[in-house]
């Protein structure tokens, strides 16, 4: 039976196209879900430009998604039709089986049984990322959702990806109580990141952003100092900042080569300083080249990890969580909410970065 439904896909690049595709029925340890709400991501933003490093086209976006479940499998024992869930990797890849050795012991990446609940193809080439978020169902294994507290809205919980993501990479830089911090960026991951390490207790925030409505937001969610990167010397003005010191770690959520080399410079400056440079941002140029002596002289470290592989139970758990209890205030930055139909507007618009345009949802 199944479902049968439009989803918009990109096959060349800045464009969606709309494809009549299909769901099966969810197999014994699976579940149907339709979405509700889908963050539009910044790894989303590569897929659309076709210049994602790991989902060449054609390619689904949205891995960002809080729906209902509507069908499960028949050995599904943790949902039931009807529950608000928060979908973790959707269309990411094989589903794990649960069940085998690996499955068991905690590595479910190495499952001796992965199974493809559905692929879908255009042109003969397989759609990556399907079914995703952007359109109006997905399937997935039950240990792939978690359920969302009463008092979180859809809204809320579909930034939780990668709100999982920039806890797990705050705890991995060693943040803590006292320290001092840049960010690198003031969109979706830089404002995550922000709450993320205050609530480590980062003493001192600084976040550097071009665009003026993203500074203002990082203002509002409690940065102590913006600094405009187009407008003056960002690593002069973190010098000032922090008394000619550097900070303990910086977070990259760039993405793009200059930025980092920014982010090297404002490490601790003394010999032995061992900041943490955290590299979160997608590079479409890869190929960076920074001076090495400087990192080791100041005994550097670099922290790098890609959203997706670092999912971790705990993590999304702990989103949800303080979600849930009111210490993250991820409403304020979801600026727009738009139907599927409007994708490509939303993508621009974000791409752009115009009409004040930071949370983007996909709504359902
Ligand atoms: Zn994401
Ligand atoms: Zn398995």
Same mark, same amino acid.
């Given at each position: ?159 939780? &990806? +990668?709100? =999982?993501? %920039?806890?797990? /990479?705050?705890?991995?830089? #060693? @943040? ?65 900042? &922090? +008394?000619? =010191?550097? %900070?303990?770690? /910086?977070?990259?959520?760039? #993405? @793009? ?108």
């Amino acid at each position: 039976m199944g479902v049968k439904f439009k989803s918009p896909i990109v096959v060349e690049p800045d464009a969606f196209t709309w494809f009549d595709v299909e769901l099966p029925d969810p197999g014994p340890y699976e579940v149907l879900f339709r979405n509700r709400a889908c963050l539009i991501c910044g790894s989303d933003l590569h897929v659309y430009k076709g210049l994602h490093p790991f989902a060449p086209l054609p390619a689904c976006c949205g891995h960002e998604v809080a729906a209902d479940v509507v069908a499960v499998g028949s050995k599904v024992a943790s949902l039931q039709i009807g529950d608000r869930v928060y979908v973790a990797g959707t269309g990411a890849g094989p589903i794990p089986c649960g069940h085998c050795r690996n499955c068991v012991r905690g590595n479910p990446r190495q499952c001796l049984n992965p199974h493809v609940p559905t692929s879908f193809e255009v042109g003969g080439r397989r759609v990556a990322r399907f079914p995703s978020g952007y359109g109006e169902y997905t399937i997935g294994h039950e240990g792939y959702a978690y359920k969302i507290p009463d008092n979180v809205s859809y809204f809320e919980a579909a930034v939780t &990806t +990668d709100m =999982a993501y %920039v806890i797990g /990479v705050v705890q991995r830089s #060693g @943040a803590t109580i006292g320290d001092t911090a840049v960010i690198l960026g003031a969109g979706p991951i830089g404002l995550r990141t922000l709450e993320a390490a205050r609530l480590a207790g980062i003493s001192q925030l600084i976040v550097s952003e071009p665009v003026d409505y993203r500074r203002a937001m990082a203002k509002e969610l409690g940065a102590d100092a913006v600094v405009n990167p187009r407008e003056e010397d960002a690593v002069d003005r973190v010098m000032k900042l &922090t +008394d000619g =010191a550097g %900070v303990d770690v /910086v977070y990259d959520t760039a #993405g @793009a080569g200059q930025a980092t080399k920014q982010g090297l410079a404002m490490l601790k400056t003394k010999i032995g300083g061992a900041g943490t440079l955290c590299l979160m941002g997608l590079y479409e140029r890869p190929d960076l080249t920074f001076n090495a002596s400087d990192l080791m002289r100041k005994a550097g470290k670099i922290v790098a990890e890609w959203g997706i592989a670092t999912n971790r139970r705990k993590n999304v758990e702990d989103a949800l969580m303080l979600m849930g209890q009111g210490r993250l205030h991820v409403l304020k930055w979801i600026t727009h909410k738009l139907p599927e139909r409007r994708a490509d507007e939303a993508m621009r618009m974000l791409i752009e970065k115009k009409d004040g345009a930071i949370g983007v949802e996909i709504i359902h």
